[in-house]
């Protein structure tokens, strides 16, 4: 069994603790914020609205809602509802692993750069493309001028 300091188990509110299971879920809350710059909640506790909110729609009876909660009904792409709705569940242990989500579709679609002989994106230096813009902007310019 995990051994867990006092404070830990103070801050925590349990007396086991998987981590990994938390990862997953600072992930989602991390693309959320990506998505929409902003949190979805203060804090995880059903003293704050927005979050009782979730975890209510989590519970429902429909699975519409249940499956897809107001919070995170307007994520985009659509693909990645199903997967923030596993990795943002209230339940630790309902909650995916990281092995169901590195399974699910929509990241197996996301090309690893060094893991296909072509890959069909390009990475680039925001700089280079700062200067590269502007020295398109200053030969148009000066072929205006």
Same mark, same amino acid.
């Given at each position: 069994?995990?051994?867990?300091?006092?404070?830990?188990?103070?801050?925590?509110?349990?007396? *086991?603790?998987?981590?990994?299971?938390?990862?997953?879920? $600072? #992930?989602?809350?991390?693309?959320?914020? +990506?998505?929409?710059? =902003?949190?979805?909640?203060?804090?995880?506790?059903?003293?704050?609205?927005?979050?009782?909110?979730?975890?209510? *729609?989590?519970?429902?009876?429909?699975?519409?809602?249940? $499956? #897809?909660?107001?919070?995170?009904?307007? +994520?985009?792409?659509? =693909?990645?509802?199903?997967?923030?709705?596993?990795?943002?569940?209230?339940?630790?242990?309902?909650?995916?692993?990281?092995?169901?989500?590195?399974?699910?579709?929509?990241?197996?679609?996301?090309?690893?750069?060094?893991?296909?002989?072509?890959?069909?994106?390009?990475?680039?230096?925001?700089?280079?493309?700062?200067?590269?813009?502007?020295?398109?902007?200053?030969?148009?310019?000066?072929?205006?001028?």
């Amino acid at each position: 069994m995990l051994h867990l300091t006092p404070m830990l188990k103070a801050i925590c509110g349990f007396a *086991a603790y998987d981590a990994r299971l938390v990862d997953i879920w $600072a #992930c989602g809350i991390v693309y959320y914020c +990506l998505h929409f710059q =902003e949190l979805p909640w203060r804090i995880a506790q059903h003293s704050d609205a927005l979050y009782a909110s979730y975890a209510q *729609a989590c519970q429902s009876a429909s699975p519409a809602q249940s $499956a #897809c909660p107001p919070t995170i009904n307007n +994520l985009s792409p659509r =693909e990645c509802r199903p997967l923030l709705r596993k990795m943002l569940e209230p339940d630790p242990k309902q909650r995916w692993t990281i092995e169901e989500v590195v399974n699910f579709s929509w990241i197996q679609k996301i090309e690893v750069c060094h893991c296909v002989p072509e890959p069909k994106h390009v990475h680039v230096c925001a700089r280079q493309l700062a200067e590269a813009q502007a020295r398109e902007v200053a030969n148009v310019a000066a072929t205006a001028a």
